[in-house]
């Protein structure tokens, strides 16, 4: 005859065993715990239920989170809190918190960061990035070249229609350093390819050093340049930052 307490026992390892084998692992981990807390303090059933399964969201938003990071290939861990405002030239408080909301992901809306090395573009690009991410966002972050680098690389192998999948997937792809290396013409086509699948469904942040007037000079092709200026500023915010090099500054 089976006792009380055998049954007990058999009914919490069947209670494990069901987490385990749904793959909660977090829940089945924190069972004994839940359920010793919830016979001290008179949990209610759906109590106890609550807070075992908040155990198990809490980590599975974690390891998105995580996973959301480890994809978005951000360079630093740099954020829009560390930006240092006071000793920036161009930007506004307001509009940077405001970028910081990511509503202007909600309207595909591009954002342009405009200005010489080392006034902070990069740090404002990789803090949006943070942002969207924290928010729950796709994002990917590349260099102008390393992007026009995988495109031909790419073609070449026959994988164009992957690529341009995989760079028109991210709710927000950052682009990063256009202007400072010369790009080949293929370069530029690549480049104008993004941006257009991109149009009015997605967002893209760009950081140059090159006014827009010069994307001709950059991209060796004013049309191509002219074509990808008319894309990318027809729903845009347009940041010029200014002063000295910070790392100059610090060196």
Same mark, same amino acid.
């Given at each position: 005859?089976?006792?009380?307490?055998?049954?007990?026992?058999?009914?919490?390892?069947?209670?494990?065993?069901?987490?385990?084998?749904?793959? #909660?692992?977090?829940?089945?981990?924190?069972?004994?715990?839940?359920?010793?807390?919830?016979?001290?303090?008179? =949990?209610? #059933?759906?109590?106890? !239920?609550?807070? $075992? %399964?908040?155990?198990?969201?809490?980590?599975?938003?974690?390891?998105?989170?995580?996973?959301?990071?480890?994809?978005?290939?951000?360079?630093?861990?740099?954020?829009?809190?560390?930006?240092?405002?006071? *000793?920036?030239?161009?930007?506004?408080?307001?509009?940077?918190?405001?970028?910081?909301?990511?509503?202007? !992901?909600?309207?595909?809306?591009?954002?342009?960061?405009? +200005?010489?090395?080392?006034?902070?573009?990069?740090?404002?690009?990789?803090?949006?990035?943070?942002?969207?991410?924290?928010?729950g966002y796709?994002?990917?972050?590349t260099s102008?070249?390393? $992007?026009?680098?995988?495109?031909?690389?790419?073609?070449?192998?026959?994988? =164009?229609?992957?690529?341009?999948?995989?760079?028109? +997937?991210?709710?927000?792809?950052?682009?990063?350093?256009?202007?400072?290396?010369?790009?080949?013409?293929?370069?530029?086509s690549a #480049?104008?390819?993004?941006?257009?699948?991109?149009?009015?469904?997605?967002?893209?942040? %760009?950081?140059?050093?090159?006014?827009?007037?010069? =994307?001709?000079?950059?991209? +060796?092709?004013?049309?191509?340049?002219?074509?990808? %200026?008319?894309?990318?500023?027809?729903? *845009?915010?347009?940041?010029? !930052?200014?002063?000295?090099?910070?790392? !100059?500054?610090? *060196?």
């Open positions: 005859m089976t006792t009380p307490a055998k049954t007990a026992a058999s009914v919490y390892q069947q209670l494990r065993g069901h987490l385990t084998d749904l793959k #909660l692992a977090d829940a089945a981990e924190a069972l004994p715990a839940v359920l010793d807390q919830a016979t001290a303090e008179g =949990w209610t #059933l759906t109590h106890t !239920l609550e807070r $075992l %399964l908040a155990i198990e969201v809490t980590a599975t938003d974690a390891r998105r989170l995580t996973g959301r990071f480890r994809f978005a290939n951000l360079p630093t861990g740099a954020t829009l809190d560390d930006f240092d405002l006071d *000793s920036a030239s161009g930007i506004d408080r307001s509009l940077l918190t405001e970028l910081g909301t990511c509503r202007y !992901l909600e309207t595909a809306t591009n954002v342009l960061l405009i +200005g010489p090395p080392g006034v902070g573009k990069t740090h404002i690009a990789t803090g949006l990035g943070h942002a969207a991410v924290t928010a796709r994002v990917y972050f102008a070249a390393d $992007l026009a680098a995988r495109c031909h690389r790419a073609a070449i192998e026959g994988k =164009w229609a992957t690529m341009m999948r995989f760079f028109a +997937g991210p709710t927000l792809l950052i682009i990063d350093e256009l202007g400072y290396l010369p790009l080949p013409g293929e370069a530029a #480049l104008f390819q993004v941006i257009n699948q991109r149009y009015l469904k997605t967002s893209i942040v %760009l950081t140059t050093n090159r006014p827009v007037g010069a =994307w001709g000079e950059i991209l +060796g092709d004013t049309t191509v340049a002219a074509a990808m %200026l008319d894309r990318l500023l027809h729903r *845009s915010v347009v940041i010029t !930052l200014d002063g000295a090099s910070y790392r !100059l500054c610090e *060196s």
